[in-house]
């Protein structure tokens, strides 16, 4: 076996496709770099991420899928599963030996397991969206910290950049220490210092406005007041809401 590691990034995975027709590899899986490789069951190769590589397998494949379905391919790799790299390659083989977009085609292995990952970061991506509360620090950020299952800030930045455009905000993934950062014009790709960063881990809060104080507590007392006890049913409310979403809910702490 073969292993091609690759710097986790798109153009990198995408060199590596390269790469695997060009030296005419058949047993070869892809690694993110980050990963440990068994190096007594086969070779290792680092990937060099090559942009006109990249690009010639993006045109081949944009030209059989389209560039929505081919969007969606690379989406995957978002769920950082450590062998999806392997279902793609295997998705692209497939796609360029029929020539067809295959999407659609659940009877293959490797579409079916593209197909169910694709469904597993939607939902994260709505329970980001929904699930994520901001507070008001005293400097008039709002910031959010979240540590959701897949890496989804690329997919819910467009959403809050929409909805929140007149706040400067920071939602910040603890999970994979890396934020988005909008400033009220672009949305950017920040990293934290290192005690900030343990400071919310422990449960710290980041000098909050007062008036965010206020607010919270206002938010409690309408959460508080609007449940009905005798119809409480944990069960659906842990379906909805996943207990591993509770940490950074205002109304649950």
């Known amino acids: 076996m073969i292993y091609?590691?690759?710097?986790?990034?798109?153009?990198?995975?995408?060199t590596a496709v390269y790469d695997v027709y060009e030296l005419k590899l058949e047993k070869v899986a892809i690694r993110k770099s980050?990963?440990?490789?068994?190096?007594?069951?086969?070779?290792?190769?680092?990937?060099?991420?090559?942009?006109?590589?990249?690009?010639?397998?993006?045109?081949?494949?944009?030209?059989i899928l389209g560039k929505q379905s081919f969007q969606s391919l690379l989406k995957v790799l978002l769920s950082?599963?450590?062998?999806?790299?392997?279902?793609?390659?295997?998705?692209?083989?497939?796609?360029?030996?029929t020539n067809n977009n295959v999407f659609n085609d659940f009877g293959h292995p490797a579409v079916l397991k593209i197909q169910q990952t694709l469904k597993k970061l939607s939902r994260e991506r709505h329970?980001?969206?929904?699930?994520?509360?901001?507070?008001?620090?005293?400097?008039?950020?709002?910031?959010?910290?979240?540590?959701?299952?897949f890496d989804v800030l690329p997919l819910i930045s467009?959403?809050?950049?929409?909805?929140?455009?007149?706040?400067?905000?920071?939602?910040?993934?603890?999970?994979?220490?890396?934020?988005?950062?909008?400033?009220?014009?672009?949305?950017?790709?920040v990293k934290l210092e290192e005690n900030t960063k343990r400071g919310a881990r422990e449960g710290l809060d980041i000098n909050l406005n007062t008036s965010e104080i206020e607010f919270q507590k206002l938010w409690k007392c309408y959460f508080k007041?609007?449940?009905?006890?005798?119809?409480?049913?944990?069960?659906?409310?842990?379906?909805?809401?996943?207990?591993?979403?509770?940490?950074?809910?205002?109304?649950?702490?």
């Not at 068994?38 to 030209?63: H, S, Y």
């Not at 950082?80 to 030996?97: A, C, G, Q, V």
């Open 80 to 97: 950082e599963l450590e062998t999806i790299e392997d279902s793609i390659l295997n998705f692209i083989r497939y796609t360029i030996k």
């Open 158 to 189: 467009s959403h809050f950049k929409s909805r929140y455009a007149d706040q400067k905000w920071l939602i910040y993934d603890l999970k994979r220490n890396k934020g988005i950062f909008y400033d009220l014009n672009n949305v950017e790709v």
């Open 34 to 63: 980050n990963l440990e490789i068994p190096q007594l069951f086969g070779e290792t190769i680092d990937v060099v991420t090559d942009k006109n590589k990249a690009k010639r397998v993006a045109d081949k494949l944009i030209l």
């Open 225 to 253: 007041s609007t449940n009905i006890a005798s119809r409480k049913n944990i069960k659906l409310h842990l379906q909805h809401i996943p207990k591993r979403y509770w940490k950074y809910l205002i109304e649950k702490n």
């Open 4 to 14: 091609l590691i690759y710097d986790n990034t798109f153009e990198g995975f995408l």
């Open 127 to 149: 329970r980001m969206n929904a699930f994520v509360r901001f507070k008001l620090a005293n400097d008039g950020l709002y910031y959010a910290f979240i540590e959701p299952d």
